[in-house]
Structures are given as structure tokens and as C-alpha cells.
């Protein structure tokens, strides 16, 4: 089966970018969604990952970072012009759900770009400008709006809503366009997920074909991430065909990649 990391975040450590080649051609991951954060986040610059995409063609795919509130819909025209497919949303200015933002949304589907958007608590890092984040401005709901007006949009709530995560399972039950990922450190909450039992948040019939595969940690704990994941799904008795949604199926068909 193949296998796609949806959400995977180039940091500013030297040597990130080989070292998760390394681990994805020893895994198997055939492919990588590779975002930058920026500074506020130590993580490298658009610019970067759309020259990692470029070096490593085809194994990256370019998801573009921006901030509602900073970044306009014209630069996502330009971004998806450069070569970027999929968008990366975080510390919005105001709430996701505003009106304000709603270029954004509109220039994301009719380019036919998914949105990954950061959903539950966000730390920066120490350096940062002592912006005023609020992370409920981030609540998997703030997504409601958007996901009624863009029908097109194809959504990820990453981090399966952190400790929101049952608002965002129920999101994802309620609009056909909204997918989870269950991405996050590995003794963070997903731990704390798994000993509950994912399935008492994705409790509906085919609840887990709105799950999209991501690692977002760093490579070195890559192999035991999916090592988690892929056990998860064996013990929940996932069929064939979810885990191949799961694992590839989901992503492709929103990047519409073979
Ligand atoms: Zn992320």
C-alpha cells in the first residue's frame, strides 16, 4: 500500500529535509505534504520548501503556510502558480471563521488547493514576537462556516482538534468535505487518544475514511509514529479499503495525484 504523509513541517535544523528523505525511502512513504512555518514557529520559509519541492521532484508536495489576517488571496494565486497544491493555515489574526478571511477560502477552492488548518492550542516559540494568540480562534467549529460556503474546499483539521477532539470528529461527520488528522507528539495526546479508544470519537459507520495519515514529528520518531498508527487500525479491525484512504487514498484524491 502506498503511503503519503499529509503533514509533515520542515524545520530550521540543518539536515531536516535528508533526514526525512532517509526515513520516508526506508518506510516506504512514497510521498511528503512539507510545510514552513517561519520563524515563529523555528521552522524555515515558504521560499525554502518550494526550493525543497523543486530539488526533490516528485517525492515533496508543497503546502503553502499562511496567516489569516496577513496573507492576502492574491498570494495564493501566486502560490499556486509557484507550484504549491495545498495550504497550511495557522495563528489566524482573528477567528478562522470570520468574514474578513473569506477571499481566502474562495481563492483556495476555485484553485482546488485543501487547506490544512491548525486546529486546538499552538505554541510559539520563545523568540517570538509577543503576538496575541487565542488559540479558540482555532476551534475545530470556527471551520463550520467555511466548510458550508466552500463545498469544494477540501478540509484537514489537524491534530484531530487537539483536545477538541470530539467537535472536530463531529465536524468531520457532519460535512462531507472535512477530514481529520491524528497528528501530534507521540506521548502527547494521541497517546492519551489511543488508551481511550479513537473509536468512541470516530464511532459512526466509515468513521475513519475521514482520517488522512500525517507525522508532523521529527524523522527520527517517523518510523515509530506509523508503527502506531498502522497497529491502531489493525486492533480497531480496520477493511482494506479505509486504510488505503487512511494511508493514501484520501490526499491523493484532493491533490487529485495518482
Ligand atoms: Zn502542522
Not at 468535505?177 to 492519551?192: F, M, P, Q, S
Request: net charge negative; with cysteine.
Amino acid at each position: 500500500m502506498d503511503i503519503i504523509d499529509s503533514h509533515a513541517h520542515i524545520s530550521a535544523t540543518p539536515d531536516h529535509v535528508l533526514e526525512l528523505l532517509t526515513e520516508m525511502n526506508r518506510l516506504n512513504i512514497s510521498k511528503a505534504c512539507i510545510s514552513g512555518l517561519g520563524s515563529m514557529f523555528d521552522s524555515v520559509s515558504n521560499k525554502e520548501i518550494l526550493e525543497t519541492v523543486e530539488k526533490f521532484k516528485p517525492r515533496f508536495i508543497g503546502a503553502y503556510f499562511i496567516r489569516p489576517g496577513v496573507t492576502s488571496a492574491l498570494e495564493i494565486q501566486d502560490a499556486y502558480e509557484q507550484g504549491f497544491r495545498m495550504l497550511k493555515a495557522v495563528i489566524p489574526k482573528k477567528p478562522y471563521s470570520d468574514q474578513s478571511f473569506y477571499p481566502l477560502w474562495g481563492a483556495a477552492q476555485r484553485l482546488g488547493m485543501p487547506i490544512m488548518f491548525h486546529t486546538g492550542l499552538v505554541t510559539v516559540s520563545e523568540s517570538s514576537p509577543r503576538d496575541i494568540i487565542l488559540s479558540l480562534d482555532m476551534h475545530p467549529i470556527q471551520i463550520e462556516p467555511i466548510a458550508n460556503s466552500f463545498p469544494d474546499l477540501n478540509i484537514i483539521l489537524a491534530h484531530f482538534g487537539g483536545h477538541w477532539a470530539k467537535d472536530a470528529a463531529e465536524l468531520a461527520r457532519m460535512r462531507h468535505n472535512v477530514y481529520v488528522d491524528i497528528t501530534g507528539e507521540l506521548d502527547g495526546w494521541r497517546a492519551k487518544l489511543d488508551e481511550e479508544g479513537l473509536d468512541k470519537y470516530l464511532w459512526w459507520k466509515n468513521a475513519f475514511q475521514n482520517v488522512v495519515f500525517g507525522t508532523y514529528i521529527f524523522p527520527d520518531q517517523i518510523k515509530q509514529v506509523l508503527k502506531q498508527d498502522k497497529d491502531r487500525y489493525e486492533r480497531l479491525n480496520l477493511d482494506e479499503e479505509t486504510k488505503e484512504m487512511i494511508f493514501c487514498g484520501n490526499i491523493k484524491k484532493m491533490l487529485k495525484i495518482d
